[in-house]
């Protein structure tokens, strides 16, 4: 049998809530949603949470725009994500749409098109297949789950894939 682990809950008190996100804010950016759930999971009565964070907001150790901009640069130029999953995870971390797309329309390299054909391109390489269109049909998939958009993946596939051959039947064009 597999035990679970046993979560032991800190309840925190408004006070020491503000303490702590600070010391955190301070070291890494942290959007609004990120600090109400660390609050829930600290036990700050519900009440109180809103509080703290406005007191966060005020004295800027919490700025959405910011870490929106933040965290468009970072997952553009070191992971290499695509505009859809950016705005997703921007939205789980409880970012507000108007804000997203800002992020996004700031990044001038948002919509670049060449970082996907380097990584697909590069995941050529290791994909196995037995027909080019098993290839690009890994291809597209792996280009759709960095992000995005359909067509800029389908039509860079075409242009990596356009030197690969269809594999012939040899019966076919050489009879007994």
Same mark, same amino acid.
């Given at each position: 049998m597999?035990?679970?682990k046993?979560?032991?809950? @800190?309840?925190k008190t408004a006070e020491q809530a503000l303490a702590s996100l600070m010391r955190l804010?301070?070291?890494a950016e942290r959007s609004s949603g990120d600090a109400m759930r660390l609050m829930g999971t600290w036990g700050v009565p519900t009440q109180e949470r809103g509080a703290v964070l406005q007191r966060l907001i005020k004295e800027r150790f919490i700025d959405d725009r910011r870490y929106a901009e933040a965290f468009v640069r970072e997952k553009i130029n070191l992971s290499a994500w695509g505009e859809y999953?950016? @705005?997703i995870a921007l939205r789980r971390k409880g970012i507000a749409d108007a804000i997203v797309s800002e992020a996004l329309n700031a990044a001038p390299s948002a919509r670049d098109t060449s970082r996907l054909a380097e990584r697909?391109?590069?995941k050529m390489k290791s994909i196995k297949y037995d027909t080019p269109y098993q290839l690009r049909t890994k291809l597209i998939r792996h280009g759709i789950?960095?992000?995005?958009?359909?067509?800029d993946v389908v039509a860079c596939v075409e242009e990596i894939t356009r030197n690969i051959e269809e594999p012939c039947d040899e019966a076919e064009f050489f009879p007994l």
């Open positions: 597999r035990q679970q046993q979560t032991i809950r @800190r309840d804010c301070a070291r999953k950016i @705005r697909l391109a590069r789950s960095l992000g995005f958009a359909t067509d």
